[in-house]
């Protein structure tokens, strides 16, 4: 196993457009959508339009069938099972909702490459509506972030994910404002690629004094597996590297009780 987590957002990184816009639109309640936008929080919107589809007729099976048809660029899928056949831990976070990420990972082929799901809760209901529920219960335990929705809070997620992993090296891929937040906690040996001309993007750029990691953008597909691929190579390449030193430091150090050195380890086959 490789020392590399690999965190992807999903909507417009490991798929082309916004999961939740795309259902809304391909299901015919975008204008419903765009008089209710202003009146309440992004996630409790979705889970409003998905009562309205539902009074409407459409049932799970006309989501999951929309879900099926999401653009994604060619080269996504290779870049994704290549990171986790080089042996990277693959996680996603994400405010969409897992209904819509699950479905489509698994129509894609991909689910089983990702250790990991952080995103907003969905289910269906006895009477197969779906329902979407926030990450975080902002009304009764906000997060207390200004830089994110109050339903999540990516950095704290982030947080949680390298207190467990310690010294593993993290590349994040996104390219929401709510990717920047998540940038600001990565390390020095850390990378983040933002989407170029996307709001991470653009507050990256703005704020670059802040991010401590590795940037390099991106714009499709087929740079994202070049850049993504080329990082793991060479952090693979710098850790194996350091193991070596840190082997010969310890074939060549001295016994502390005889002042010999040790006998060299068997090499093995």
Request: one cysteine or more.
């Given at each position: 196993?490789?020392g590399?987590?690999v965190?992807?957002?999903?909507?417009?990184?490991i798929i082309?457009?916004?999961?939740?816009?795309?259902?809304?639109d391909?299901?015919?309640?975008t204008?419903?959508?765009?008089?209710?936008?202003?009146t309440?929080?992004?996630?409790?919107?979705?889970?409003?339009m998905?009562?309205?589809?539902?009074?409407?007729?459409k049932?799970?099976?006309?989501?999951e069938?929309?879900?099926k048809?999401?653009?994604?660029?060619?080269?996504?899928v290779p870049?994704?099972k290549s990171a986790?056949?080089?042996?990277?831990?693959?996680?996603?976070?994400?405010?969409?909702?897992?209904?819509?990420i699950?479905?489509i990972l698994?129509?894609?082929?991909?689910?089983?490459?990702?250790s990991e799901?952080n995103?907003?809760?969905?289910?269906?209901d006895?009477?197969?509506?779906?329902r979407?529920l926030?990450y975080?219960?902002?009304?009764?335990?906000?997060?207390g972030?200004?830089?994110?929705p109050p339903?999540m809070?990516?950095?704290?997620?982030?947080?949680?994910i390298?207190?467990k992993?310690?010294?593993?090296?993290?590349?994040?891929?996104g390219?929401?404002?709510?990717?920047?937040?998540?940038?600001?906690?990565?390390?020095?040996?850390?990378?983040?690629m933002?989407?170029?001309?996307?709001?991470?993007?653009?507050l990256?750029?703005?704020n670059?004094?802040?991010?401590?990691a590795?940037?390099?953008e991106?714009?499709d597909?087929?740079e994202?597996?070049?850049?993504?691929l080329?990082?793991i190579?060479?952090?693979n390449?710098?850790?194996?590297?350091l193991?070596s030193?840190?082997y010969?430091?310890?074939q060549t150090?001295p016994?502390a009780?005889?002042?010999a050195?040790?006998r060299?380890?068997p090499?093995?086959?």
């Open positions: 196993m490789s590399i987590v965190v992807f957002d999903f909507d417009k990184t082309d457009v916004d999961s939740d816009n795309w259902v809304v391909e299901l015919g309640a204008d419903l959508f765009n008089q209710l936008l202003p309440m929080p992004w996630n409790s919107l979705m889970d409003r998905m009562k309205e589809l539902h009074t409407q007729g049932t799970i099976q006309d989501i069938e929309v879900l048809r999401v653009p994604i660029h060619p080269r996504i870049a994704i986790h056949a080089l042996g990277c831990d693959l996680r996603v976070i994400s405010d969409a909702n897992v209904f819509f699950e479905t698994k129509h894609i082929g991909i689910r089983d490459c990702f799901i995103t907003n809760p969905g289910y269906v006895g009477e197969g509506r779906l979407i926030p975080v219960d902002f009304q009764k335990s906000p997060h972030c200004n830089l994110c339903n809070c990516k950095g704290m997620i982030v947080e949680r390298q207190a992993e310690g010294k593993k090296r993290m590349i994040y891929l390219d929401g404002i709510g990717d920047f937040c998540p940038s600001l906690k990565l390390r020095e040996v850390d990378f983040v933002p989407r170029k001309d996307f709001p991470a993007w653009n990256i750029n703005q670059r004094t802040l991010v401590k590795g940037v390099h991106w714009t597909g087929k994202l597996e070049h850049i993504l080329q990082w190579n060479t952090i390449i710098e850790e194996s590297q193991l030193m840190e010969c430091k310890f150090k016994n009780a005889h002042g050195l040790p060299p380890l090499v093995p086959y």
